[in-house]
């Protein structure tokens, strides 16, 4: 059974901020890992959707954007999954604070900007070809005031397995990567 994992803007988001150094040596590091991760996603192992391309807009992350566009993977023909995907994930204690018109906007916005419902029908398209899928993203159960449930929610009562980066990078490709800690003396 052949393995996905499916990025998150957010793990992305961190990729570049916490892996990327300033000094020489280390800047070496983080472009080794980039390099693999990127061949990764290049052989459609890790998947990057559109819609996350799409929501990296932050100056950090442009080069690795960059780097990644011609390797986005289309969610198109997924457009008519999302809208059951957003009715029965509303987070329906927030529904009576909405009139029609904010329902019908953010309803919008799920469908046409925001990625994570989009990545529960890519995870879901996955399974049903029978692969073993991950999502991995950095996102927490703590309250957002989202009118759509958290990933974590929604891939647990989806049956979808939920991770964050460090799991992807220190656990999946734990016989590939291989990190050295120094410590030096003050």
């Given at each position: ?43 459609e ?12 807009r ?69 399974k ?36 964050n ?22």
């Amino acid at each position: 059974m052949a393995r996905k994992l499916i990025l998150d803007t957010s793990s992305i988001m961190s990729f570049v901020k916490y892996y990327c150094f300033n000094n020489q040596n280390e800047k070496k590091i983080y472009d080794k890992l980039e390099t693999f991760i990127l061949s990764r996603i290049k052989n459609e192992e890790i998947i990057i959707i559109d819609k996350v391309l799409k929501e990296l807009r932050n100056p950090e992350s442009k080069k690795l954007k960059d780097k990644m566009k011609s390797f986005g993977y289309s969610t198109q023909y997924l457009l008519d999954k999302i809208e059951p995907l957003f009715e029965t994930n509303l987070v329906q204690i927030r529904l009576k604070y909405l009139d029609e018109w904010e329902l019908e906007s953010q309803r919008g916005l799920y469908s046409d900007k925001y990625a994570d419902l989009y990545l529960i029908a890519v995870c879901e398209e996955f399974k049903k070809q029978d692969h073993q899928v991950i999502l991995i993203s950095e996102e927490s159960l703590s309250n957002d005031h989202k009118l759509v449930e958290k990933l974590p929610t929604i891939c647990n009562r989806r049956d979808i397995e939920y991770r964050n980066l460090p799991y992807m990078i220190f656990t999946v490709y734990k016989n590939e990567l291989s990190f050295d800690l120094e410590i030096k003396k003050y």
